[in-house]
């Protein structure tokens, strides 16, 4: 069994959490907070070992009537790997933790890829996190580019993708995020990060990216033209892109217009969070036009990393290939609609 901690049991970390638990091939070791607040409830109901990330607040803990398990450090010593799912920065903070233990970290997309050995994304790289100490699973944007792209630039050869990303302004529960009536240019200058850290899994990629924010919680959404080298009919890229077990492409007969019929549909599929670990892809929104193939995607951006989190665990130790890997991650999770 795979000993795994998790530190920062927020947003990604809890799904992660919940993720790792479902692997049989896995034994959740317990998960670090900062903090006794519902989260550190919802933890201890699940029978999740609960550590204390700061230790001098051990007895803020014993004072709310939780029960810990012992501080950070312990968790990091007791773990074969640790997922690193603090807030931005955090991570690079902790790494020198994580090497005094020797312990192999993966960190989030909020990270700057310099932290670490590789950039991670299952289906595009996976055998390069083989053995790393140090491995960033790319943010929520730059997993669905990749995802996308790897099949197109395996089938087709692509000449230059260019992506606006219209992306949410907040998750759910930041009520303090923005904006609440306007629409940025987010960032106003390109690119925006999304261009380069698809660089870091597909280094010789030619890709430009334009951000922006809109006042939305749900959901971020692509709209993509990616040139291609050879030139399929539209209802090819269909059938390599439904193939594919990550991409969910979104029938036309559902009559699915947007990002909150998504996850209405998700909660009918009885998703745990409402979570979708999928890239959604309209179907009708596959076009070719000469050699430039469109399209739009939603992506769920509180999950759609935690099954790459899942696989990055077993890449570091060498425990699997991608492909077995990634069908034991999907099996144990029910990804796939
Ligand atoms: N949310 C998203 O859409 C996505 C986020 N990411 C990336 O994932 C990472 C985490 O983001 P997200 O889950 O949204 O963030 P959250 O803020 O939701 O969760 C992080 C949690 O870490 C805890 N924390 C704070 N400081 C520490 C610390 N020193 N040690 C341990 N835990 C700490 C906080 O909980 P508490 O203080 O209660 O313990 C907090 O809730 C970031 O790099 C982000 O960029 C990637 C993809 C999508
Ligand atoms: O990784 C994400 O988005 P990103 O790919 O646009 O950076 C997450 O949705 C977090 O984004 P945030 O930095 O707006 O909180």
């Not at 907040?170 to 261009?195: E, F, K, Y």
């Not at 951000?211 to 971020?220: C, E, F, I, Q, S």
């Not at 935690?306 to 990634?326: K, T």
Request: proline residues 5%; contains cysteine; charged residues 25%.
């Amino acid at each position: 069994m795979i000993r795994v901690g998790i530190n920062g049991y927020g947003t990604i970390g809890k799904r992660v959490a919940d993720a790792v638990a479902a692997q049989d091939d896995m034994e959740l070791v317990g998960v670090a907070k900062t903090r006794p607040n519902f989260e550190a409830e919802t933890a201890v109901s699940k029978g999740y070992p609960l550590y204390a990330a700061i230790e001098e607040r051990l007895p803020l803990f014993e004072d709310a009537g939780i029960d810990v398990a012992g501080g950070v450090e312990d968790l990091v010593e007791a773990s074969d790997v640790v997922v690193d799912a603090c807030p931005s920065g955090i991570g690079a903070e902790n790494k020198s933790m994580y090497d005094e233990y020797d312990t192999p970290a993966l960190y989030q997309g909020g990270e700057d890829a310099d932290l670490v050995d590789v950039s991670f994304n299952a289906r595009s790289n996976f055998a390069e996190a083989e053995g790393a100490d140090h491995v960033r699973v790319v943010s929520c944007n730059t997993t669905g580019l990749s995802r996308l792209l790897a099949p197109l630039q395996e089938e087709y050869g692509v000449k230059k993708a260019r992506v606006t990303l219209v992306r949410r302004g907040g998750d759910p529960g930041q009520t303090g995020r923005g904006p609440i009536n306007d629409i940025l240019p987010n960032p106003v200058t390109l690119p925006s990060h999304h261009g380069p850290d698809v660089n870091t899994i597909f280094p010789d990629l030619n890709i430009d990216t334009l951000g922006m924010k809109v006042p939305a919680t749900l959901m971020h959404t692509h709209s993509v033209n990616v040139q291609l080298e050879a030139v399929p009919t539209a209802e090819e890229v269909r059938e390599l892109l439904g193939a594919e077990s990550r991409l969910f492409l979104v029938p036309e007969k559902y009559a699915i217009d947007g990002a909150g019929k998504l996850k209405e549909f998700a909660m009918d599929h009885g998703r745990p969070r409402a979570d979708i670990w999928e890239n959604c892809i309209w179907d009708q929104s596959i076009s070719m036009e000469d050699d430039d193939l469109y399209l739009f995607q939603a992506i769920h951006q509180e999950s759609d990393v935690v099954p790459e989190n899942v696989d990055a665990i077993r890449a570091v130790l060498g425990a699997a290939d991608r492909e077995e890997s990634m069908t034991r991650t999907d099996d144990a999770m029910g990804v796939g609609f």
